[in-house]
């Protein structure tokens, strides 16, 4: 069986890691796969919670770079090729990991498999604007990803090592993938209220930077096809 990494980035979560942690350990077994957290220049007490933990992987930012950076650095410094990324918030449920994986082994054409959030837990604003975002994104980039908000995720590390880096990629990865002729598929998972603490990311100005993000990952895509037709 492929081992695989799993990646989660955390920006002063340590209510949620110190609860987080014990879940991921009981259905995935540490010995055998890797947990990384990346802390994304926390200034709560995360650092004292992560230092508690045995079995895992930390590497800590200089500074708050932001979820897609901590998400390459995470990848980059993983011992594994087939990555699982998730939130360190507590929405993602760790029990899906096995269910997301599992699928990634049966489909051996599949080179990216995304969840989507079952009964979302978010407030009515935050699940309206994720959807309207999501329905222009797929017309856009033909993706065919109904949630590309959900971190939950299962992908080849050396395919995403590709991409050229920006911030915010992390939410354009089904994109990147399928523009890049490699197969994606998406299944649901369960979803939780977060239960301490706000959400650190994606707030601030996101609908413009996703337009932004949006422009620029249909011209890498676009770039990416040109040059397969040259050669």
Do not use: W
Not at 58 to 67: A, E, P, S
Not at 193 to 199: A, D, H, L, N, P
């Amino acid at each position: 069986m492929i081992k695989f990494s799993i990646v989660v980035p955390v920006y002063n979560e340590a209510k949620n890691i110190k609860l987080l942690i014990p879940e991921i350990e009981k259905y995935i077994d540490l010995n055998i796969n890797e947990l990384i957290i990346v802390d994304d220049g926390s200034n709560d007490n995360t650092q004292d919670v992560l230092k508690s933990f045995k079995n895992i992987k930390v590497i800590n930012n200089k500074k708050n770079y932001g979820q897609s950076y901590s998400i390459k650095n995470g990848i980059i410094n993983s011992n594994n090729n087939l990555i699982v990324t998730m939130d360190g918030d507590r929405q993602n449920h760790p029990k899906d990991i096995n269910k997301l994986v599992e699928l990634y082994y049966l489909h051996k054409e599949v080179f990216l498999i995304g969840g989507i959030r079952k009964k979302r837990q978010d407030n009515f604003i935050k699940i309206l604007s994720s959807r309207i975002a999501n329905y222009v994104r797929m017309i856009i980039l033909k993706d065919q990803c109904p949630d590309t908000g959900c971190s939950l995720k299962v992908f080849d590390k050396k395919i995403f090592l590709l991409f050229p880096f920006f911030n915010g990629i992390h939410r354009f990865l089904p994109a990147l993938f399928s523009g890049f002729g490699f197969k994606t598929m998406f299944v649901q998972v369960s979803h939780h209220k977060r239960e301490f603490g706000v959400s650190k990311y994606g707030t601030f100005d996101r609908l413009y930077k996703g337009i932004i993000d949006l422009i620029k990952v249909k011209k890498i895509i676009k770039e990416k096809k040109n040059d397969n037709k040259l050669h």
